[in-house]
């Protein structure tokens, strides 16, 4: 079955450092990658996707490329705000599913 | 796109209550998908609604304690039978386009006291 493997959190960083949180995933056939981000008491956005091999979602500063060799989906930001502070999710949806698979989320903290 | 109206937005309950929440889809889909995250969790899916048959449920979860109603292409509704504090979540409700979209409602936060 699809799973997503996401790195375990939390993550604290100061202002302006440089943000990696990976993913890699499990799926049948050639699935479709999204970050989503969860701010403090508010419900889920989409933050970015990806839908086909090599093609790299961005958004807000955060950039994530979707590598089929390696199955990965890294989410990377070069200078983090405090603003920036939530809890970020991994998914993927395929096509035999055609629900969305989620990471168990990492929660990022960012101090000025 | 689709936009989904959830309501209510949060709630209050008494356990041994039921809540009733209402997802409506500004357009026609064919399948709609419950979620619950559990405080500091992530989701999980409860069931899987398709308009005229039973919802399938996840592993773990029971049409007797969730009962999904899906009276046509646009709308469905969750119910969280005799609650109890284990049930206070936040509860999502999701549709998708294709193999590239996800589109989800804003969530209703659930705390039973």
């Known amino acids: 079955g699809n799973s997503v493997t996401q790195m375990e959190g939390p993550v604290t960083l100061s202002e302006e450092a440089f943000l990696t949180i990976n993913c890699t995933y499990t799926?049948?056939?050639?699935?479709?990658l999204f970050w989503y981000v969860q701010y403090p008491g508010e419900g889920l956005q989409l933050l970015l996707k990806?839908?086909?091999?090599?093609d790299k979602g961005s958004n807000k500063g955060f950039e994530a490329t979707y590598r089929k060799e390696t199955t990965s989906f890294h989410l990377e930001k070069g200078s983090v705000q405090v603003s920036d502070s939530a809890v970020y999710f991994c998914?993927?949806?395929?096509?035999?599913?055609?629900?969305?698979?989620f990471g168990s989320g990492t929660q990022l903290t960012v101090l000025p | 796109s689709a936009v989904i109206s959830q309501k209510p937005s949060r709630d209050i309950c008494q356990r041994g209550t039921s809540l009733t929440i209402q997802c409506q889809v500004d357009?026609?889909?064919?399948?709609m998908f419950w979620y619950r995250q559990q405080p500091g969790q992530s989701l999980t899916l409860i069931a899987t609604?398709?308009?005229?048959?039973?919802?399938?449920?996840e592993s773990g979860f029971v049409i007797d304690k969730f009962p999904i109603s899906r009276p046509n292409l646009t709308f469905s509704t969750l119910t969280v039978s005799n609650m109890s504090p284990e049930d206070s979540s936040i509860y999502l409700c999701?549709?998708?386009?294709?193999?590239?979209?996800?589109?989800f409602g804003q969530g209703t936060r659930l705390t039973v006291v």
């Open positions: 999701s549709v998708t386009a294709g193999e590239t979209e996800a589109f």
């Open positions: 799926a049948t056939g050639y699935p479709s």
């Open positions: 990806a839908t086909k091999a090599d």
């Open positions: 998914a993927l949806l395929s096509g035999s599913a055609r629900q969305l698979t």
């Open positions: 357009s026609q889909v064919t399948m």
């Open positions: 609604a398709n308009q005229g048959s039973e919802a399938t449920y």
